[in-house]
């Protein structure tokens, strides 16, 4: 299984990366929307960090449980070793572009920004620059992709249902604990993995209920009824600005279960007219632009730069058009050599 032969999935991808694009324009040089008015709806940009997130645990998931059906087993090395062509070649090289144009003087950084980075723990380091910020996000999932596996192989796939309950159950007690007790509580409650692994832990549970869903007639009615526009509305709602209880409470864990409804009816019915839009040619492209051009979008995407390369729409062409270049040269050749290598080790 593959997000290419699940529906949909392009298409929430790049609705998500689309909410953060236009999340960090705000304040840039030019832009036309005013920052005031984009809050009033909330940070729309960590709402697409959320559907990713999401997305990430369900497709995961539902690889390793189809890989467990198949083979009564998971591959670690297998998994460890796709994972790491997939993802470190392009990013290692955004990193690698970054210092050298630290030590060109062209932005400023610092050792413990680059120590971060390369090693994904930027979601504990808050005291960073700007680009290499969004890091956070990527080093939250990094840090998934090592430990779900392992946990997944040793509690098993019947195991999975319970274990993904207690990750969104104990997230938010531990967002709570953080307010009161963290140095640094706003960042903690938002980017530390203990505090956002629920996010995650929605689409892990929902890849592991989704057998017994199928044989949920009354669900099943409900996500392809008109009824089920108030699900996104409900997570908009949630999205709101709120008082911190709530805000980093309830209103996070509605939001991830309310988004993992949302993957499921999208992946389930594409034959709507939100199914045809998100798996419209356009949406399903940009989505399998989502990884490129978030990473290389932060660096132009600066509202506290004011130098022409952070001008919108200079700023927006210069991000898509690196997420090209790091998409066509790096990520889709090593993709390729990887299929044709598993090809031959097959033939």
Known sequence: MSSA?????????????????????VGTPRFPVDARALGAVGDIGYLGVRVFFVISGFLITSLLLAEHARTRTVSLRGFYVRRFWRIFPAFYAFVAV????????????????????????????????????????????????????????????RRVVPVAVAMIALAPALRALAWFVAPARDD??????????????????????????????AYLRFLRSPWFAVVP????????PAWFALEYTTHITIMNRGVALCVDRCVRFPDGWVGRALNAA??????????????????????????????????????????????????????????????????
């Not at 509305?233 to 709101?240: H, R």
Request: aromatic content about 10%; overall charge neutral; glycine content about 4%.
């Open 5 to 25: 032969r699940l529906p949909s999935l392009d298409g929430l991808r790049a609705v998500s990366i689309v909410l953060v694009l236009v999340s960090h324009l």
């Open 98 to 157: 970054m210092a050298v144009a630290w030590a060109a003087g062209a932005l400023r950084l610092s050792w413990s920004d680059l120590v971060a980075a390369t090693t994904y723990t930027m979601n504990y380091h808050y005291d960073r620059s700007w680009e290499l910020g969004h890091i956070w996000s990527l080093s939250v999932e990094e840090q998934f992709y090592l430990l779900w596996p392992a946990l997944f192989l040793l509690a098993g796939p």
């Open 188 to 217: 903690v409650i938002l980017e530390a993995y203990p505090c956002v692994m629920d996010a995650i832990a929605a689409g892990c549970l929902l890849a592991a209920v989704r057998p017994r869903l199928d044989r949920a007639a």
């Open 233 to 240: 509305a409900i997570v908009i709602a949630a999205n709101l």
């Open 282 to 347: 356009p949406l399903v492209w940009l989505g399998g632009l989502s990884y490129s051009l978030y990473l290389w979008q932060e660096p132009f995407l600066n509202p506290h730069g004011r130098m022409a390369i952070n001008t919108f729409p200079l700023n927006l062409a210069l991000a898509v058009a690196c997420a090209l270049a790091s998409s066509y040269l790096i990520e889709r050749p090593i993709l390729a050599w990887r299929a044709r290598r598993a090809a031959a080790g097959s033939a």
